[in-house]
């Protein structure tokens, strides 16, 4: 079946504007997972939804950035007034429920490049 | 939180060497899992390993909680194996946290 899909696969943009980056998850899964991962480093928590919820939001870096998930299903992080230094690759990942046992599937990820 | 340490940074092995890559953490951990990035981004489970061994085909992994660190085993590599290692501790809702992982480089 599909794995997670994350789109753009790339995106560019110029500082100060605002982007939109979408994830479509493993069908019925209902824990979402959004992670950012800076050059050479470990993926970063942002972001963790049980359902439409956000369960836990403590990773989120400033209010710049939001993360919907309205039908329990697909989710977009959003970005306002983006900085340079908000260039990363921004990994998405879907589980059949929050917490082990579960395991977590990765997206493939978007990149984003802020100029 | 807890902080992961993994090591060495970098690795480069020939084609059907053997290598060990640790993972040292703060506290002690309940899911402790590896990972593989490879060259395309993606990110594969490739162990859930809170203690004890296990091997799947020429890796294997074993932890040992009480002297919190874990150690992967990559053995006749190959370059498929290219990638990066990371080792993370999940909490119970599954937040992962990363170390810096492990680049490894497999040469023919």
């Known amino acids: 079946g599909a794995g997670v899909s994350q789109t753009p696969s790339n995106k560019v943009t110029e500082k100060g504007k605002y982007v939109e980056l979408r994830c479509d998850p493993i069908?019925?899964?209902?824990?979402l997972y959004w992670y950012r991962q800076s050059l050479g480093q470990g993926p970063e928590f942002l972001i963790y939804f049980q359902g439409t919820g956000a369960a836990d939001d403590s990773g989120l870096p400033n209010d710049r950035f939001f993360a919907v998930r309205p039908e329990g299903s697909v989710s977009t992080l959003k970005i306002q007034r983006t900085e340079r230094g908000d260039s990363a690759v921004y990994l998405c990942?879907?589980?059949?429920?929050?917490?082990?046992?579960?395991?977590?599937?990765f997206g493939p990820g978007t990149r984003l490049t802020v100029t | 939180g807890i902080q992961v340490e993994q090591s060495p940074p970098d690795l480069i092995l020939q084609e059907g060497a053997n290598s060990t890559l640790r993972c040292n953490f703060s506290d002690s951990v309940n899911n402790l899992q590896w990972f593989h990035q490879n060259p395309w981004g993606q990110l594969i489970n490739l162990f859930y390993?809170?203690?004890g061994t296990k091997q799947n085909g020429r890796l294997s992994a074993t932890t040992v909680a009480t002297e919190r660190y874990s150690l992967l085993y990559i053995s006749s590599s190959q370059t498929t194996d290219s990638g990066v290692y990371f080792c993370a501790e999940s909490d119970s809702w599954g937040k992962f946290q990363f170390g810096a992982g492990t680049q490894v480089v497999v040469t023919p």
């Open positions: 390993i809170p203690s």
């Open positions: 990942a879907s589980s059949p429920q929050g917490g082990w046992p579960y395991e977590q599937y």
């Open positions: 069908s019925g899964h209902t824990a």
